[in-house]
């Protein structure tokens, strides 16, 4: 029985990899690295079907090194403490190079499971190269992530996706049993989500299922064909970034009714109740901000809850918290100063921080004038004193803007009171 044609079509090689070229391009950060064999423990975080197991098995063959890999669906401590005496063994006795150990889903596993990963990556028994859908930073213990580089998969871009299927069309031995005209692709990619695995699988799929010699690839008969496997919600798919979406701006829009929607599309389509509630608090802080800051603290404690207990009761949680950030007053005056700032910091780089402003903890740096005239704010009535916090070259550039509305109109006047004409805001 013939392999699935995406896992036929998976390259063995860094010139047969598509897309990912700000990591494996020429100019990429990876490229070099991999070329000489200097691969460092690290995290390859993207979505489904971007190439991170494929880019894993490549960066063993480019540098040459033995190559364990284990699937936190199905490993154990036992059996990475088993992989990791192999790797330990085999390196010691047929390599100067210590070998790789690739744990796809790596934000499946425990905390002990990840425990038992720092000794070997700290040592240097193994490389590990872990793979996620999920962020990182939530999903992975930080005695670990410090051990490791992250990087980051994009999903497919059209010409790449287009690229795939041409070179199916040339180079696989089942499809050219076949003659296939590629006449339209937009149903193709449009399903695929950017995901080259889900897209070569349904090319297949249309393809095995037409009875004729010659087939003529058209939107309508990718839909047709496709239709009866179509799901309500795929986690994994364009609707999970489409309803998503929707969520968020039902809830930007102040509609609880609509956001209830999106949250019961999601909840009946099983997504991760974490996930709901991440984006519930990016949503607390980016759309609703200072005009409500209790948002955030509600956000965080539904996190908090959800994670303990899970479905189906979470759902109670997320259905209130959702409501409650739908019905808040808005503004994104903070989300918009952050931006602006960090346009700022690109725009004139590092500025020297002002003398006043700057820590003397040795006689040196007071003899050079750090921390001179620095005014102590409690010092003085309203423990407020005017002084200049920014460097001068930027000195009366305003980043945050009160939004308009009830609690930020309050922190206008506390700044306009304080600051008269300095910040005209």
């Not at 070569?200 to 299922?209: D, G, H, K, R």
């Not at 956001?259 to 109740?273: C, F, K, Q, S, T």
């Not at 200072?290 to 109670?316: D, K, S």
């Not at 409690?378 to 550039?397: A, C, M, R, Y």
Request: aromatic share 8%; charged share 25%; proline share 4%.
């Amino acid at each position: 029985m013939n392999a699935p044609l995406a896992e036929r079509m998976r390259p063995r090689t860094l010139d047969a990899y598509i897309s990912q070229h700000h990591l494996v391009g020429e100019q990429g950060s990876l490229t070099n690295q991999i070329l000489k064999g200097m691969i460092p423990s690290l995290i390859l975080w993207g979505p489904p079907g971007t190439g991170k197991t494929t880019l894993a098995n490549i960066i063993a063959n480019e540098s040459k090194r033995p190559f364990y890999a284990l699937s936190a669906i199905n490993s154990g401590v036992k059996d990475i403490r088993e992989v990791i005496e192999k790797a330990k063994e085999r390196g010691n006795l047929f390599s100067t190079k210590n070998p790789i150990l690739f744990i796809d889903e790596i934000h499946r596993f425990s905390k002990s499971q990840q425990d038992s990963l720092l000794g070997a990556v700290e040592k240097g028994w193994i490389t590990l190269i872990g793979a996620t859908t999920e962020n990182p930073s939530f999903e992975v213990i930080p005695a670990l992530l410090s051990r490791c580089q992250v990087y980051i998969l994009n999903p497919f871009g059209k010409e790449d996706l287009e690229t795939l299927l041409k070179r199916a069309i040339k180079e696989d031995a089942v499809i050219q049993a076949k003659t296939i005209k590629l006449k339209e692709t937009e149903a193709l990619l449009r399903l695929s989500g950017g995901d080259a695995r889900k897209l070569l699988n349904i090319f297949e799929l249309v393809v095995a299922s037409e009875d004729s010699d010659k087939v003529i690839i058209t939107d309508s008969l990718v839909m047709n064909k496709v239709q009866k496997n179509t799901v309500l919600y795929d986690k994994t798919g364009e609707q999970h970034y489409d309803i998503i979406s929707a969520f968020i701006k039902a809830i930007r829009g102040s509609d609880p009714q609509g956001a209830v929607y999106w949250l019961a599309r999601m909840i009946e389509g099983g997504e991760d109740v974490k996930f709901i509630a991440r984006r519930l608090l990016i949503a607390a802080s980016e759309d609703i901000g200072l005009a409500n800051p209790t948002a955030l603290v509600m956000a965080n404690a539904t996190f908090q809850a959800v994670t303990t207990i899970g479905y189906p009761e979470a759902r109670i949680l997320l259905s209130q918290c959702t409501i409650y950030l739908a019905t808040s007053p808005k503004s994104n005056a903070s989300y918009m100063a952050i931006k602006k700032a960090q346009e700022t910091v690109r725009e004139t780089g590092d500025l020297s921080v002002p003398l006043a402003l700057r820590n003397a903890p040795t006689k040196l740096m007071k003899d050079l004038g750090y921390g001179t005239d620095y005014k102590y704010a409690h010092d003085f009535k309203n423990n407020f004193v005017e002084e200049q916090f920014l460097p001068e070259e930027i000195s009366g550039t305003i980043f945050y803007k009160p939004g308009d509305n009830t609690r930020e109109k309050t922190l206008k006047e506390f700044l306009q009171s304080r600051w008269k004409d300095k910040y005209k805001i």
